[in-house]
């Protein structure tokens, strides 16, 4: 759609072209050119659909605080799933996880050598695990997505060590996104730092756009993939989430068919943000 300088703009801003993002095509034409990916249209939201992500990412921390109250030993990840799924739909929420291409459950539990798509089971935590809860809500058609570690009572040094790193690891992601970053500079700066301390980085799952719907462009590595990455520019919404491991960076996927391990059994780690890119940098919806 190529537009006239005194056409309404395609951000529906209601101004001129010429007045609103014609300079903005532009600079990222260039940036084409030089051969980055560059963000379409769609993938860029506007401060109504900023709004509808803060209110959709509210019911998604929430959940996320109050899970850390019923981490205990002996709780079953059915039962942290029962709390999830209530919650969100007390709230006007839908989890968008349930019958998402068959996923059983309203949220995603992993424990200690799961990666992450872990499916809440009866499986009771025990004192030493660690479990990552990844939640996902649908509030009027706004997606946030989000993941924290939780510690089951006392857990070894090991364990807390790569539950911490992993979270360091987000937040070097995070550091890196800025208005005409790549997204590939957040891959380059986790995988330094996760080798740095001794961890792999898993490969086969990243980040991922997100807003309007749960999985859109661009694709987060979170590691070297030698790639020059997709422009970041303001208004893109997508999440970081680096899962790091403390042996191989391979992993399995179980007969359920969700379930990502660690190929060799060892822990692994993970911590989600969703954001979005602003003009000085990036706010963390949830
Ligand atoms: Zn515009």
């Given amino acids: 759609m190529l537009l006239a300088r005194n056409d309404a703009c395609w951000c529906g801003s209601e101004k001129k072209y ?5 300079e903005f095509d532009k600079n990222l034409a260039q940036y084409k050119k030089e051969g980055y990916d560059i963000p379409g249209h769609h993938l860029i939201l506007n401060e109504q659909d900023i709004v509808g992500l803060r209110e959709s990412s509210k019911i998604t921390k929430a959940i996320l605080d109050q899970v850390a109250d019923l981490i205990k030993p002996g709780i079953t990840t059915n039962e942290i799933n029962d709390f999830v799924h209530e919650y969100t739909l007390d709230h006007g929420g839908i989890p968008a996880t349930l019958d998402y291409h068959g996923f059983p459950k309203s949220c995603c539990t992993s424990i200690n ?3 992450c798509h872990g499916i809440p089971e009866d499986r009771a935590l025990i004192e030493g695990d660690i479990i990552n809860v990844d939640i996902t809500t649908i509030f009027n058609g706004y997606f946030s997505d989000a993941s924290r570690m939780y510690l089951v009572g006392e ?5 807390k060590k790569i539950v911490e790193t992993a979270k360091e690891c987000l937040k070097v992601g995070m550091d890196q996104v800025k208005p005409y970053g790549s997204v590939s500079d957040i891959g380059l700066a986790i995988q330094a730092y996760a080798n740095s301390k001794g961890y792999s980085v898993v490969r086969d799952f990243g980040g991922h756009g997100i807003g309007k719907n749960f999985h859109e462009d661009p694709h987060v590595s979170h590691f070297d993939t030698g790639t020059m990455g997709m422009i970041m520019v303001p208004g893109m919404v997508f999440t970081i989430e680096p899962m790091i491991n403390e042996g191989t960076f391979k992993l399995e996927i179980l007969e359920d068919e969700w379930t990502a391990v660690t190929k060799d059994g060892k822990l692994s780690a993970q911590w989600e943000h969703t954001i979005v890119v602003t003009e000085d940098g990036y706010e963390v919806l949830v």
């Fill in 155 to 159: 857990v070894s040094d090991n364990a």
């Fill in 18 to 22: 010429k007045k609103c993002h014609m």
């Fill in 113 to 115: 050598e799961v990666i």
